[in-house]
């Protein structure tokens, strides 16, 4: 907690005024947390100050909260432009980074609780730059990198906002944000050296070094490619659902499994069945081989029975064997986009509409792919494959 506050000291984020008679005063709170690496081993313990932004007044003390996240498919799309230039990629995490966010609008906020100031316990502290909890936070964080990036000589993408390009003689630089979590490489050891180098030197750093954990996604860097996996995610998945003891399955699905909505069957608990699917999906994010699995079992989320339920269980066994698997970035020479999709016709016992799924490639590297249950009635095979 005092570290914390030493930082805030550091980077002059407040100055502390007497309480104003007609102005909103934020509340403040601690939150605790333990940061882990890829294994799971704690790696520090973390004290955050925060604001209690559900009291901010929009007009008052804020106006405009939107600010960009990557996509996992930039995510992915970086590692294979990686892999074909053969750039090893670093990450950095920026320290109390939303305090780096400069403030435009009027804020104040209490004093920390076993903190106040024995002086003037009173007072109030009057922000300057932004602070974990208030609802511009974010935005004001990703103003202020955008700017020093730009200023910099780096070209923000056109269509991901995120990612950010030097180009030079022979070579080019990458950096691409995620909130505090930065991914960057570039083809020339000096131009790499000099980001780290005007990035430390503005903003101050918790880590830097090679990628290997981003986002909950275990990354692998070899001379023959990357490899991503979420094998911690995965079984402690199967764990927490208590299922790790089973014999695990071969299939994803049974072959002969037709879900429907069966209203005649047993209901069960919807609320544990959602939170076992929405942690699917995030598996999905790696998992290609599930996505029409999970397709299927989102379709009953409102009134979910035993017969979906058995399904989810045989998809958890699936994963308790399978727990490994991921997706593997290779060097190529081919650098085309290709893209496959496919249908079924009448699969749904419901309505009678059919399934899609598509999956694009670039230069043989697997980056997105989907499976979706379509909008209308197709009246043929040839057409359900048409729409898709």
């Not at 799309?77 to 892999?83: D, E, G, I």
Request: net charge positive.
């Amino acid at each position: 907690m005092q570290s914390e506050l030493e930082q805030f000291e550091r980077n002059n984020v407040w100055n502390l005024v007497p309480r104003p008679e007609s102005s909103n005063v934020i509340g403040t709170k601690w939150i605790f947390k333990n940061k882990t690496d890829e294994l799971g081993n704690i790696t520090r313990n973390k004290a955050r100050l925060v604001a209690q932004g559900y009291t901010q007044v929009e007009g008052v003390d804020f106006d405009e909260t939107f600010a960009l996240v990557a996509r996992l498919e930039s995510i992915r799309l970086l590692l294979a432009f990686a892999c074909v230039l053969k750039i090893k990629l670093f990450q950095m995490d920026v320290k109390s980074v939303f305090l780096n966010g400069l403030l435009n609008e009027k804020v104040f906020v209490e004093q920390p609780k076993g903190f106040e100031n024995p002086h003037f316990p009173n007072h109030v502290f009057k922000l300057k730059k932004a602070l974990y909890g208030l609802k511009q936070a974010p935005r004001a964080w990703y103003d202020r990198l955008t700017t020093f990036l730009c200023d910099k000589g780096y070209k923000r993408g056109s269509v991901d906002k995120t990612l950010f390009i030097q180009k030079f003689k022979n070579g080019i630089t990458i950096a691409q944000i995620y909130v505090d979590d930065i991914v960057f490489g570039s083809t020339s050891k000096q131009k790499l050296d000099e980001f780290i180098e005007y990035m430390s030197s503005e903003f101050e750093m918790s880590i830097v070094g090679e990628l290997n954990y981003f986002l909950g996604l275990q990354v692998k860097q070899f001379d023959k490619g990357i490899f991503i996996t979420q094998n911690k995610y995965a079984k402690n998945l199967v764990k927490r659902f208590g299922l790790d003891n089973k014999k695990h399955m071969k299939t994803p699905m049974g072959t002969n499994d037709k879900l429907s909505k069966d209203e005649s069957g047993t209901p069960i608990e919807p609320t544990l069945y959602r939170s076992m699917i929405g942690a699917l999906q995030y598996l999905a994010l790696t998992r290609p081989d599930i996505s029409f699995v999970v397709n299927k079992l989102s379709q009953f989320l409102h009134t979910p029975t035993i017969n979906h339920w058995i399904v989810v269980k045989h998809l958890l066994r699936y994963l308790k064997g399978t727990h490994n698997l991921g997706l593997e970035f290779k060097p190529s020479q081919r650098l085309l986009i290709e893209g496959f999709s496919d249908a079924d016709w009448a699969s749904s016992l419901d309505d009678r509409k059919s399934t899609g799924g598509h999956c694009i490639f670039f230069g043989g590297n697997l980056l997105t792919w989907a499976s979706k249950k379509q909008n209308v009635v197709s009246r043929s095979s040839a057409e359900s494959e048409c729409r898709s």
